[in-house]
């Protein structure tokens, strides 16, 4: 065989071969043979890629794995959850709209329709989360949309998902849900009637404090309006960023149920434990939403928040001896962390407004890992002196 056969035959091999993963497609532009492929895609007739910022075969394999667990139609992955948040708001709403969001929300949210959509004549208003409890009286002639989270940072409160997305769904109001603190594996909002889910993909979807990412999930008709706003805005998530997430998916299912289990018996031992004031978490039976929680989870997550009582000083305390758990926000990566919420969420709250986030200076948000169980009771323990 001469060379040029070979060569041939190993550029044909290449074109054939079957990556088990998705490779990164790092590239900003794709290639088209014709004028009448490029016409083809333009019209909507065509699977090709165009330009990176519109789309990217690598971002698509990682959209259409999260559509799946979403149990939704599509799916779009974009720069952060907060890029998701604001793309999904500029996408579906005009001027004159009005958002109710609950007043028990991630931070940035909140502050982005208070301080950056208000700016565009669209107004907010919040409710709190016993307001939700009857969703027919908070939707007013003029909501467009409404924005809220189950269960809730940093008190892990819960929001009866279908009974919201109903009374929107009755009026003809998008409903949409900040997914991230259940992720799918725990909770499927779309199957209870949500419209749209929301996550920070930064958490738990992802799973390992290395990617920034935000993802979206939902039916075509709403998701292609979101799409026009995504290519205007540029929030589109990074080829690079989109690979790291979905190899960080493979693993979801098997962390969160490590996840489930670690925080379920931390918990039971917190509650147990007279040197804790209260411990907040969706699966014991003393929480104030266990019902509603049982009923639309399937387990109750990673997420802890504890009350140590004795004012910041304690939590102070407490907070500065752990040796296991990571003093550092965020959440749902392999690594145990632990937070302050009074210096990080409600930072520069006043006593009216964390008292109606149900938040106390005492109280400590952990965010349990994948380390043995065990072992993290022993940090607690040592740590609560
Ligand atoms: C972190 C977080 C966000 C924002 O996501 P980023 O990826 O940091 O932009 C939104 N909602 C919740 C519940 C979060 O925890």
Redesign the pocket.
């Known amino acids: 065989m001469n060379i040029a056969t070979q060569l041939v035959q190993r550029a044909r091999g290449l074109q054939n071969a079957q990556p088990i993963t998705t490779p990164i497609y790092e590239t900003t532009t794709f290639v088209f043979d014709s004028a009448q492929e490029v016409l083809d895609f333009n019209e909507g007739r065509s699977d090709k890629f165009l330009y990176s910022r519109y789309g990217n075969p690598t971002v698509t394999a990682v959209e259409e794995k999260i559509a799946k667990l979403e149990g939704a139609a599509t799916a779009m992955l974009l720069s952060?959850?907060?890029?998701a948040?604001s793309t999904a708001l500029f996408g579906l709403l005009e001027a004159g709209d009005e958002v109710v969001c609950s007043s028990a929300i991630?931070g940035?949210?909140l502050h982005l329709l208070a301080d950056l959509v208000s700016h565009f004549a669209v107004r907010s208003r919040f409710v709190s989360v016993e307001e939700l409890r009857t969703p027919d009286a908070v939707l007013s002639e003029d909501t467009k949309l409404l924005w809220f989270?189950s269960p809730i940072?940093p008190t892990l409160r819960c929001v009866d998902i279908a009974a919201v997305a109903t009374a929107c769904r009755k009026r003809g109001v998008i409903s949409v849900i900040?997914n991230?603190?259940a992720s799918p594996v725990n909770q499927s909002p779309i199957a209870l009637g949500v419209d749209l889910v929301m996550h920070?993909?930064?958490?738990y979807l992802n799973g390992h404090s290395d990617v920034?990412?935000?993802v979206l999930a939902g039916p075509a008709e709403l998701l292609d309006r979101v799409q026009k706003a995504r290519k205007l805005l540029g929030t589109v998530l990074d080829p690079h960023a989109a690979y790291a997430l979905g190899r960080g998916l493979k693993t979801l299912t098997v962390r969160m149920d490590r996840h489930n289990q670690s925080a379920m018996k931390i918990a039971t031992w917190l509650a147990a434990d007279t040197r804790v004031q209260t411990v907040h978490y969706p699966g014991l039976a003393a929480h104030e939403d266990h019902v509603i929680a049982k009923k639309q989870m399937r387990g109750f997550g990673g997420m802890i928040c504890m009350d140590v009582g004795g004012g910041y000083e304690r939590a102070a305390q407490f907070f500065d001896r752990l040796t296991l758990f990571n003093r550092a926000a965020?959440?749902g990566g392999v690594e145990s962390l632990c937070s302050l919420p009074v210096l990080t969420s409600q930072w520069g709250h006043s006593e009216q407004e964390l008292q109606r986030a149900g938040v106390t200076k005492s109280m400590a948000r952990l965010s349990v890992g994948l380390e043995d169980p065990d072992d993290l009771i022993a940090d607690l323990d040592q740590a609560l002196g």
Do not use: H, I, P, R
Not at 200 to 203: E, F, G, N, P, Y
């Open positions: 952060s959850g907060q890029g948040t991630y940035g949210t989270e940072n900040d991230t603190f920070s993909a930064t958490k920034t990412a935000g965020s959440l």
